[in-house]
């Protein structure tokens, strides 16, 4: 009689996994903002500074990009990216520039001595209607 392989059991869904961890990031956004909303208001501040600075005239434009990035435990931005494009490339570098530019020079200063991560994960949806408003990204926009 011949042998019939028997089916690995299945795995998990990578999908699920991926699911898991963007609602994990979020709830650690959530609760950072909750926690430390004087560093998160400071953030969104400078981003904001270095968007205007950087985005010569687009600002009439609507327009309007996800991104999302890391702050490291000494305040620097790192692993930025577009995750949802506002369909302007110049506009998505100028977010992307703003997000660095935010991050150097000691502008948001070291994350809070008791933060229990060793960086920030951040999602933002970038509008710069008015001047370069910032607006926290509440859903996954990935």
Known sequence: MEDIPVPAEPEEDEEDEEDEGIADLQVRQEGFKADYPEYYARMLVQVNRCLQRTSQGRTAQNLEATVRFVVE??????????????????????????????????????????????????????????????????????
């Open 73 to 142: 435990r000494d305040g620097a931005t790192a692993d930025f990216g577009v995750v949802r494009t506002s369909g302007r490339t110049a506009f998505d570098i100028d977010v992307l520039t703003a997000i660095e530019c935010a991050g150097m020079a000691g502008r948001l200063g070291p994350l809070p001595e008791d933060y229990p991560y060793g960086v920030l994960p951040i999602t933002l949806v970038v509008s710069p209607k008015g001047g370069g408003s910032l607006v926290p990204a509440t859903e996954d926009e990935g």
